[in-house]
């Protein structure tokens, strides 16, 4: 997905899609993919979905499949995140056109879909060597991150069939009861502090405000800049999204943004990233950027924060739960039960009402 700083990868090991099968049943679907042979290379990054770069010629897609082994119930729903696409890309055009969604097993082995391919810039852990670093750039960045999370959070929901796969009632009730019991499904361990954790999230949920489409893993690394960063030129991985509460999504864009000033706890917890370098917003400024221009109330942001770093706490312990089984043997997940403990901690910290920044 990027023409200046590469990302693909040579397929892993046990991570094969074949070939023959695949470039068949895009012959008879795509009608854009006709002339030449098919070549497959792997996205690296990431740690959930496996998303491959499909190449007939001059035509480019994406594909994404669910990881192999298995998986937590309703996570990884192909279909969900291929009828997301489809309903959002119309109003939001930073969202790919997916093509075409597959149940069928015996092409990539399970459910997928295969979308668009979007030319940009990706950013992560640090920037590509042609571009030249300053604050600025840190800066205009930031900004086109807050303003298409505010731009996503107006989009008109009524006028998509989003409602037929969302409950925005009760959103927050179920999110909190839904991601404990993905933990305790998932658990491998004790660690200390999560029946505190869990307790103070049951009895403190706020009153959630107007509820508006929200992507629900809105991070750095899930967007795309132009060459010129005037523009995001893409933001993926929208398998989360829903219609519910916008400061569920503020919190959980807050708790990936990482800060030079942050423990290594937090670091080594959420990862290194490119938004410790000076220029980029601080989360207070992220927060208040995003409070002028949606107009939105932000002073129940403690409790989101809280609930974000428990959630990602989660979701590290899931990927963690397939290492520990055995349905993985990818060595980046070997030691993430102690990015679950940290961010737990984290999340700890801003429960008890200790001032974030």
Known sequence: MNVSFRDTIAVRKGEELNEEILQKFIRENIVEAQIGDLEIEQFGAGHSNLTYLLRIGEWEAVLRRPPHGPVAKKAHDM???????????????????????????????SPFFIMERRKGILLDKEFPLHVHYNKELGRKISEHMVDKLVELHRVDFTKTELLNISQPNGFMERQVAGWIKRFEHAKTEEILGVDELTSWLHTNIPVS???????????????????????????????????????????????????????????????????????FFTREEFLEDYAVKSGRDISNIHFYLTFSYFKLAVIAQQIYFRYYNGQTNDERFSTMNQSVANLIQYALYYSKGVSPW
């Open 209 to 279: 405000p107007k509820p508006t489409i929200i992507h629900y893993d809105y991070k750095l690394n899930n967007a795309m800049f132009s060459e010129d960063f005037s523009q995001m030129a893409g933001l993926f991985d929208w398998e989360m999204t829903t219609i519910g509460d916008p400061l569920a999504d503020v919190g959980v864009a807050l708790s990936y943004w990482v800060e030079d000033g942050d423990s290594e706890e937090l670091k080594n917890g959420v990862g290194k990233s490119i938004t410790v370098k000076e220029g």
């Open 79 to 109: 279909k969900r995140e291929y009828t997301i696409l489809s309903n959002l890309h119309p109003f939001f055009p930073t969202a790919p056109r997916p093509y075409i969604f597959s149940n069928d097993h015996s092409i990539v082995g």
